[in-house]
Each structure stands twice: as structure tokens, then as C-alpha cells.
């Protein structure tokens, strides 16, 4: 059994944005593509999305949403006819403008001047203008509401920066989009959604986040209210891992999206919109991943156990004894229930020298790995290594030996170990680096200049400045590349003045640099 290490060339504390490629390439996630901003998603990485997706549909559908399909294609006036939300999707937004190519007498395709839209389509960016018009179809009396719909689909915004995962031109997502009979009842759904993000951030991809509302800069065009949850990655940077809106009436009034009271009379619905995005698998990386390659939290693995019989090629009577002996035990495994789900549980068979195919997976981030030769099979047990507790204090991989019984019996309580202990050791080291003794903005500009690599966050007190004010505190963060993540739910009380204002202040909010 081979002890060498196959660790990544790039170390996080040396440079962890080399590092994050490097995790994503050597755990075979996900690839470029030739298209600008574009990826390949590959079956890890996209079963790892599945997971996701599987998960989080069932959240949703458990506070009654029905899921739909919506075109690709949106008729650009339905943009123009919500000024603030053109106006923030605008310099992001896909134009098709043409519906057929002609060959130019030089061997290449050109748009057929003939062929001109009478009308261009955005290629989506977001839904909400022509779900919009669903709605105000669909929605008549009080009877019909409130109206909930989500759809998993792909959007494109045209990104100048892009990063696999993080920031990329197309991506893949669910938006949820609602309708209510008035103001309180469309804010208490736009905070359960928030609450369903939540969870599944921290109950399936072991992600702590700090769930509040986003001030007025940071507002979802065209909304009236927009709430986060925000994560944070090893480097201390932060993650916008989710965003639910409360829409106010803007969006139907523009749409038409009336509906007729108990007492006969005409009003407008007030709306919702949020969403989750392939960026959470860039959040998982960055939250879990270690030197080694990735880490994947159990319940969103793929597979959750993979074993390795450690074939010889030379003895075929010998190898298929083995590979019979690790399928007995995957047979086992799938019997058992853990993280509230049957084991997922793989033998991989593939050709190739045992310590690779053990380093591929540990790079891949399978949360248990077991690996079994002809001793192990003569003496009835496995070898059993746990990705999150990869190595002994004698720096060899720290193996253990259950009997083949023990380890069927252990493996589903070791996974929900795993699984708390991910969370656990991410929320403690995100709780370390929060500064919360920052009381002006000299001193904000002298932590962030001193700590330049990994800073963290600092929480600081907060007089809520609108319009002008908040521009100038904006300019002030932007020049220590510093955003406003949000307000905190359930924060600490304030006990002195705002640190941009000297007001008094309201509310406590976090600065970070952020993704």
C-alpha cells in the first residue's frame, strides 16, 4: 500500500485563487470551454450540482411551489418597461438581433442582413419581466393567489471578470418567482425563502452563513427589499451564497399584475423573486476544500463512499474474488440510512495502480475512501481512510482496519461525523475572523491595510445613510476594495455611533471583500 502524497502543487495560504484552479482542474470538476466566460461542468462537479439541485427542490416544494419553464428568450421591451431593471442588467445583457447566417464570399458566416429581428431578445438574465406577464395572465381574482413558481434553468449575463464556478457569463440556477395579496404576506415569503437558503446552506453544503438584509446600494434592481446570505470563504473573503427580494408592486404595475380583492376592487400583487446558483459550488471549494484537494460535505457527494478493490491483472480467479468481496460490502452499505438518506456507496473497478485511483478520489473530496487487497480480503477486513481525517501524526494516510461487518455497521454514523465536523470547523473559523472592535474608519483602513492577505470581516455599527450619504461611504469602501455584505438578523444591540457618519446608529452591518 503506497504512502506517497499526491498533494496540490499550489498551497491556500500561498495564493488562493491559484490554489482554487488548481482544486477544480485536479478534483476534475470542471473545464473551460473556447467560449469566453463559458465552462464545461464534468460528472463530478455536475453531481455534485445534481445534489444541490435534488435537495433544494425538495425544500422548495415543500413551502408550495410548483416548478415551471419559462423561454430563453425575452422580447427586449419587456426590460424597458421596468426602468431600474433594465438599467442594472443593461451592460450584462445577450442581444439577439438576428435569425439567420449567409456565407460572405470569403468562407464565413455573417448575420443575414434580411434576416433582422423586428424586435431584439435578450438571452435571459433573470426572468422576472416575462414570468411578469404570466402572471398578469394567470392572476385574476384573490382566489388565485398567492401564485408560487420556481424553474432550475441556465442564464446568461455577460461578465468582463470570470472565474469557473464564481463568475461565469452562463450559469446554472433556480429563480422562484411569487405573487401575493399584499405587502406583509409577500415580505413573510421573501424571509421563508431566506430561511430555506439558509438551511440548505448550512444543513446540506456544511456552510455556515449569516442570513440579513442587503442596504439600499446593494438592492436586486427594481427591488424594494433584498436579503442575503453570506458566507465565508478561507481566505476571509465573503460569498453571496443566495438572495430573496421582496419586488413591492413594481413589477406588477409594469406587467399588469392585478387581481380583483374580496371586496371587488382592482389592486396590484405584491411580488418575490430570489435564487441559488452553480456559485455555491464555488462556495463549497472554497469553504471545505484543503492542500490536499476538495472536501465534499456527505450529504451533496456524489458518492459517499468509494471503494478500491487493488487489482493485479495477473490473476483473474484472484481479482474477481475481490471485487466480489468489495461489492458484498457496498451491498451492505446501501442497505443503510444516513443523513436521512440511503448510503451512496461506489466500487470503482477502473483500471490503473491503487495509489492513484486512491489519491484521484482524495482530490475529488469522496468523504470515505476504502480500499481492499487480497490481505485485507484473507483476513475479512478493509482499509478504511476518511477524507477529513486524511492524515496520522506520523504524516502516513491514517488507515483504519474494521472488519468488513464493523464497517458497514460504522460508516453511516462516520459520514453524519463528517458531516457536522465540516460545518463545525467552518463556522468556528469564520467566527474567528470577525472583528467586532473596529469604533472609527481610521481604524477600518488601518486593519485592512495591515492584514492585506486574509483580512476577514469586521462588523460595524451602522446609521442606515441613504442617497448621497451612502454614496460617499460607498467611494470610501471601494478605494480598500471593501463592500457592505448586509445587516445581520438577530445582531448584538448598538452601543455607539455609526463609523462613516458619527450619527447614531441603527442596525449593525458587515464589511468584507468579497467575490
Known amino acids: 500500500m503506497s504512502n506517497i502524497r499526491h498533494a496540490l502543487t499550489v498551497k491556500r495560504a500561498d495564493d488562493f485563487a491559484a490554489w482554487y484552479q ?4 485536479a478534483a476534475d470538476m470542471a473545464e473551460e470551454s473556447g467560449v469566453r466566460g463559458c465552462m464545461v461542468i464534468k460528472p463530478w462537479g455536475y ?9 433544494l427542490d425538495q425544500r422548495i416544494k415543500d413551502t ?12 427586449l421591451s419587456n426590460f424597458e418597461r421596468e426602468a431600474e431593471h433594465v438599467e442594472g442588467f443593461a451592460k450584462e445583457m445577450a442581444v439577439v438581433t438576428h ?27 433573470t426572468s422576472e419581466t416575462i414570468i411578469g406577464d404570466a402572471m398578469a395572465r394567470w392572476i385574476q381574482s384573490w382566489r388565485d ?20 464556478f464564481l463568475r461565469t457569463s452562463e450559469f446554472l440556477w433556480q429563480e422562484g418567482h411569487t405573487a401575493h395579496d399584499g405587502e406583509a404576506e409577500a415580505k413573510e415569503h421573501t424571509l421563508r425563502m431566506l430561511e430555506v437558503y439558509r438551511s440548505c446552506a448550512e444543513e446540506d453544503l456544511a456552510m455556515p452563513v449569516i442570513a440579513g438584509e442587503k442596504p439600499e446600494n446593494e438592492r436586486f434592481p427594481g427591488a424594494v427589499e433584498t436579503w442575503s446570505i453570506e458566507a465565508m470563504m478561507q481566505d476571509g473573503k465573503a460569498l453571496q451564497a443566495g438572495t430573496s427580494h421582496y419586488l413591492g408592486t413594481n413589477f406588477s404595475e409594469a406587467a399588469g399584475i392585478k387581481f380583483q380583492n374580496k371586496d371587488g376592487d382592482q389592486e396590484l400583487c405584491h411580488t418575490t423573486s430570489w435564487g441559488v446558483s452553480t456559485r455555491m459550488i464555488g462556495g463549497v471549494i472554497m469553504t471545505h476544500g484543503d492542500d490536499d484537494g476538495l472536501r465534499v460535505p456527505p450529504t451533496i457527494a456524489p458518492w459517499q463512499v468509494v471503494i478500491l478493490p487493488m487489482l493485479r491483472g ?16 457496498k451491498d451492505l452499505l446501501e442497505g443503510a440510512i444516513t443523513c436521512g438518506e440511503k448510503v451512496r456507496a461506489m466500487v470503482d473497478k477502473s483500471h490503473g495502480k491503487a495509489a492513484a485511483k486512491r489519491w484521484n478520489w482524495v482530490r475529488k473530496g469522496a468523504p470515505i475512501v476504502v480500499e481492499v487487497g487480497s490481505r485485507d480480503m484473507d483476513n475479512g477486513v478493509v482499509s478504511l481512510l476518511r477524507r477529513d481525517a486524511l492524515w496520522a501524526e506520523s504524516g502516513k494516510p491514517d488507515f483504519h482496519a474494521p472488519s468488513k461487518a464493523d464497517a ?23 467566527d474567528a475572523n470577525i472583528t467586532r472592535d473596529i469604533a472609527t474608519m481610521d481604524q477600518l483602513t488601518e486593519f485592512y491595510n495591515d492584514n492585506a492577505q486574509y483580512p476577514g470581516w469586521v462588523e ?26 448586509n445587516v445581520p438578523m438577530n445582531a448584538e444591540p448598538n452601543d455607539s455611533p455609526c463609523i462613516f457618519t458619527g450619527e447614531v446608529a441603527v442596525e449593525r452591518i458587515y464589511v468584507a471583500r468579497a467575490y
Open 314 to 329: 495477473k490473476d483473474e480467479d484472484a481479482d474477481a474474488a475481490i471485487v466480489d468481496y468489495c461489492d458484498s460490502l
Open 99 to 125: 435569425h439567420r447566417l449567409i456565407t460572405n464570399g470569403k468562407g464565413r458566416l455573417v448575420p443575414d442582413p434580411e434576416a433582422k429581428l423586428e424586435e431584439p431578445l435578450v438571452v435571459r438574465p
Open 22 to 25: 488548481e482544486v477544480i482542474s
Open 408 to 430: 458497514a455497521e460504522q460508516i453511516p454514523a462516520i459520514l453524519e461525523e463528517i458531516q457536522t465536523k465540516l460545518f463545525t470547523e467552518a463556522r468556528d473559523r469564520r
Open 145 to 164: 393567489l398567492p401564485l408560487k413558481m420556481n424553474q432550475w434553468a441556465n442564464v446568461v449575463r455577460w461578465e468582463m471578470r470570470t472565474r469557473m
Open 47 to 55: 453531481g455534485i450540482w445534481e445534489r444541490v439541485q435534488y435537495l
Open 64 to 75: 408550495g411551489h410548483d416548478n415551471c419553464y419559462f423561454p430563453i428568450f425575452i422580447p
Open 460 to 485: 460595524v455599527q451602522w446609521s442606515k445613510p441613504t442617497g448621497p450619504a451612502l454614496e460617499q461611504v460607498v467611494e470610501q469602501l471601494k478605494a480598500l476594495k471593501l463592500t457592505i455584505r
